[in-house]
């Protein structure tokens, strides 16, 4: 060991010497001696298998013996809490004091930082900037006048937004933002002919120049973000619920600290730095920016009382009561001491860190603009709900009511998602959270790439479900298209509910693979489970497979009359497992299909009314046939069934010799359904044209035989008062109420014929 320590000191010691001695050469021999080193060196540390054994060596080297490691324990690890909370509080205190020490010798600082405006005065900016005022009259003057031309079309626009949809607002939305954004491109390109056309040498154009339409159009494009968030000229058109003259005030502030910080740093300070000197140019950014900071406070006061009534009215984004509610009520607070920490960076910070703070401090003004505009118009979004126009609506009825039952619940997510994103941008911006940082590690970098990836996932089964659904509603639609039929019916309807959970399982295991998870086990497990519960629910493994061959055989459909399980109804709805009818007395059943061992289907191809006619012995049959066939040719005549009727009358004659009657039938052909209908209708024309021609539609008669002795005699049969046997109701001497019943059935009796009547009762 001592003496591969030795073999490695006497390799490593030449390359040290050889760095130094190349690092301290002066002479020329010496300098091409420690370059030959050198690419010694260099080669060594190029060869993997030097390298690598050179590693190790000197880690070899670097770890002692065994035998001689004493056991040491880290000292940190025996550190209390309380010592870790005292040095925690001792960092704290000595970073604020230094903070407050650097602020109070910035403070020391200012006459100096300031000293470099001297130099500036009115002479320096009339001399310097005399040039460039024709090329600012003109690239100003032509931009307001497009700008008022412009105005038109933007007051056209805003009449339309109110009675237009979601979508149409989003794309007038968009085409206004256009418009102003064309205004700036073509007054910045106007500038740039003017300048190299009509001001100095043709075909070229000055360094101030180009720095003005830099300056122009930069600035101009920032205002046209800032006027699409309050739109002060398009009340209909504003993302934020303000009155216009609110949003008009707060647009001419905004648009005033983004003009002094545009055309101040990207024009003023450049020259001023060309001109005069680099202090002066530091000078003016830090005058900038206090002055900035100093419209931003008045801003602030002025605007307290409005915002709040905004934030916390009955069309704002928080609620009175509420730490939230307290916080909008007193939002220039916060704002104030963030004001004032820009304050205090201006101050303490270097000149050239002073621009950067305050185009932070706008971005976070931006954003923060921008996600409450998006938050309030998504809130808007889900208090309104989705319209679709009028002619879609009527082609999938339904679309719109699905649309509203998850669009909203979707955007109340990308509103959390916007609040989120805002706040950590404001807090990365002034270095609280490191946001930026994280999205670029590995960590941020595969967390958003998932995210991204499980959203779009979610959007496109959402899609193609929608593109399902809607379908199906318009192929169900019988004002549209050609109509459905009652088995296209019931397969469109299974057909969209077996989509709906086939793209469910599928969006569910491309999710959980999108996020890492190993589906493979889980495809397995539910293989098993699939089993167990196949047999520990044989019933309802027989629901499906039954469903699914009356299904195949087309037994019925959705509409359809049938008798099922001993119950006769309508079917109103069909799944793989079960049929729900509901009876003429208007109740509900469920059938699974476990239960089915015979379907009689009342509606497949066509239907018939069985007339079974009953007349009275006495009547001629002939006759009752032509009576019957005249009802047959009155209904098929008659407007309300005669179109049902598709069949001509079918005589079958004698039927049955019952007790009563002679019992006669018929039949007649109808259209589906409507044989219950058509046969009530020729029952009322028949009890009419029997009633007209004297034939009796008997009903039970009976006979009362009082039974005689074999001299042919019979008992004595009493009967109270004057009975119809005589053909009058004899007196009642104040009978009650049991004999006046008693006379009143003794009218239909029929004595024997040697039945005498005792009139003394």
């Known amino acids: 060991m001592a003496l591969s320590a030795k073999l490695l000191r006497l390799l490593i010691l030449p390359l040290f010497l050889v760095i130094g001695t190349s690092a301290m050469a002066q002479d020329d021999a010496t300098a091409e001696t420690g370059a030959t080193e050198l690419q010694t060196l260099i080669d060594v540390l190029e060869n993997d298998t030097v390298r690598a054994d050179l590693i190790e060596r000197l880690k070899a080297e670097a770890a002692p013996e065994e035998a001689d490691i004493p056991d040491i324990i880290d000292p940190s690890s025996q ?10 509080t001792q960092d704290a205190a000595q970073s604020a004091a230094n903070g407050i020490q650097d602020v109070l010798g910035a403070i020391d600082r200012l006459p100096d930082i300031f000293g470099g405006l001297s130099g500036l005065n009115a002479a320096f900016f009339i001399e310097s900037f ?57 007054a910045t390109a106007f500038g740039y002919a003017l300048a190299v056309l009509a001001l100095g040498e043709v075909g070229q154009i000055g360094i101030r120049q180009t720095l003005f339409l830099n300056a122009f159009w930069i600035v101009g494009v920032i205002r046209v973000g800032v006027r699409m968030i309050l739109s002060p000229a398009a009340g209909q058109m504003r993302l934020l619920p303000m009155k216009d003259d609110t949003a008009t005030g707060l647009n001419a502030w905004v648009s005033l600290m983004v003009s002094l910080v545009g ?8 020259v001023v730095n060309q001109e005069v000197s680099y202090a002066a140019g530091s000078a003016l950014t830090a005058f900038i920016a206090l002055l900035v900071l100093a419209f931003a406070v008045i801003m602030v006061l002025r605007n307290r009382t409005k915002l709040a009534d905004w934030l916390t009215g009955d069309q704002g984004i928080v609620r009175k009561r509420g730490g939230l509610g307290w916080l909008a009520r007193h939002w220039h607070w916060p704002v104030l001491a963030y004001l004032f920490a820009m304050f205090i960076i201006v101050l303490a910070s270097p000149p050239n860190l002073v621009f950067s703070s305050l185009a932070t401090s706008g971005q976070v003004v931006l954003v923060v603009l921008a996600g409450v505009a998006l938050s309030t118009f998504l809130t808007r979004v889900m208090q309104n709900g989705i319209q679709i126009p009028a002619s879609t609506r009527d082609r999938l009825p339904l679309l719109e009511t699905r649309l509203n039952r998850f669009v909203p619940k979707a955007l109340a997510v990308l509103r959390f998602i916007i609040v989120a994103f805002v706040i950590l941008f404001a807090l990365n911006a002034i270095n609280l959270v490191s946001f ?19 959203t779009l996932i979610l ?21 549209y298209g050609t109509i459905a039929t009652s088995r296209e019916q019931t397969l469109l309807s299974l057909a969209r509910n077996a989509g709906t959970i086939t793209l469910l399982i599928i969006t569910l295991m491309f999710v959980l693979a999108e996020i890492g998870l190993n589906i493979a086990p889980l495809l397995a497990s539910a293989g098993v489970l699939g089993l167990a519960i196949g047999f520990g629910a044989q019933k309802f493994v027989q629901d499906i497979i039954t469903g699914l061959f009356i299904q195949f055989e087309n037994a019925f459909n959705v509409g359809d009359v049938i008798t099922v399980g001993g119950i006769t109804g309508t079917v109103e709805r069909l799944t793989i497992r079960s049929v729900s009818l509901r009876d003429v007395s208007g109740v509900y059943h469920i059938i699974p299909f476990s239960s089915v061992d015979m379907v009689s289907n009342y509606m497949r191809d066509f239907g018939y009314f069985l007339c079974d006619m009953g007349v009275a012995y006495r009547e001629n049959v002939d006759e009752v046939k032509v009576a019957m066939t005249d009802a047959f040719d009155e209904l098929r005549a008659g407007e309300a069934f005669g179109g049902n009727v598709i069949g001509d009358f079918e005589w079958f004659g004698v039927q049955a010799l019952a007790d009563s009657a002679v019992i006669l039938r018929a039949r007649i052909k109808c259209i589906p359904g409507t044989q219950w209908g058509v046969g009530r209708e020729y029952n009322e024309i028949c009890k009419r044209i029997f009633d007209e021609r004297g034939i009796e539609i008997p009903f039970p008669h009976q006979t009362l035989f009082l039974g005689e002795s074999k001299d042919g005699k019979t008992q004595t049969f009493n009967v109270s008062g004057r009975t119809q046997i005589e053909g009058r109701v004899g ?27 005792d009139d003394g009762e």
């Open 130 to 186: 005399g040039e460039l005022l024709v090329l600012f009259v003109g690239t100003v003057a032509i931009f307001y006048i497009l700008r008022r031309i412009a105005m038109l079309a933007f007051r056209r626009l805003n009449s339309k937004v109110e009675r237009s949809s979601t979508m149409m607002k989003i794309v007038i939305f968009i085409i206004s933002l256009i418009i102003d954004l064309l205004l700036v491109v073509v």
């Open 731 to 757: 007196s009642l001497s104040e009978p009650d109420e049991t004999k006046r019943r008693d006379v009143d059935d003794a009218r239909t009796v029929e004595p024997a014929q040697d039945a005498p009547l």
């Open 79 to 88: 550190i209390s809490v309380a010592r870790k909370v005292a040095q925690f």
């Open 459 to 479: 959007l496109v089964a959402f899609a193609i479900w929608v593109a399902l659904t809607s379908f199906v509603d318009y192929r169900l639609n019988p004002q």
């Open 436 to 454: 930026t940082e994280w999205l670029s590690s590995e960590m941020g970098l595969r967390f958003t790439g998932k995210f991204i990836s499980v």
């Open 263 to 270: 055309y101040g740093q990207l024009l003023l300070v450049p």
